[in-house]
């Protein structure tokens, strides 16, 4: 201790004033750069802190926009899916009447057909009759002709 004592008493009270000046000099420099620094690397981390919470914010803007449209086409979907399901219970009503119009075209063909043979039938009728008459009215002319004078066939 004897020589750290020596140390303290060869500075007067003048020179301790001025190394203790020097030292709170030095320390308010070295608070005054450090809070510049860190300043510096603040704002840096402020403004891109303030640019990601912008774009974060766009983001979310975003996704409630493509939210909505998702929501949106789950509605348009539904309402697809009962189109399509009325469409198909109308088809199949369709599809019966088809097949109900099929057989009623088919009866109905059948008809004209068997009209058709009836009509067939009918007119080898008329002209047999026809045919008859005819030889009736040929043959009972040259019986009662009173002109003829050869026999009848």
Known sequence: M???????????????????????????IGILLMWVIWGSKVRKL????????????GK???LDRLNKNIED???????SQKNKTQIEKELVKVKAEATIK????????????????????QAITIE?????????????????SPRSKTPSK
């Open 73 to 79: 086409l789950k509605l348009e979907v539904e309402k």
């Open 102 to 121: 099929e057989n009623e075209f088919r009866g109905s063909q059948a008809q004209v057909n068997q009209l058709k043979e009836n009509i067939q039938a």
């Open 2 to 28: 004897d020589g750290q004592s020596h140390i303290y008493q060869a500075f007067t009270s003048g020179e301790w004033m001025l190394m203790v000046a020097l030292l709170l000099i030095t320390f308010l």
């Open 128 to 144: 047999t009759l026809q045919n008859q008459l005819h030889d009736f009215k040929s043959g009972s002319r040259t019986t009662r």
């Open 60 to 62: 979310n803007l975003e």
């Open 46 to 57: 402020q403004s891109v802190l303030f640019e990601k919470k912008n774009i974060l914010k």
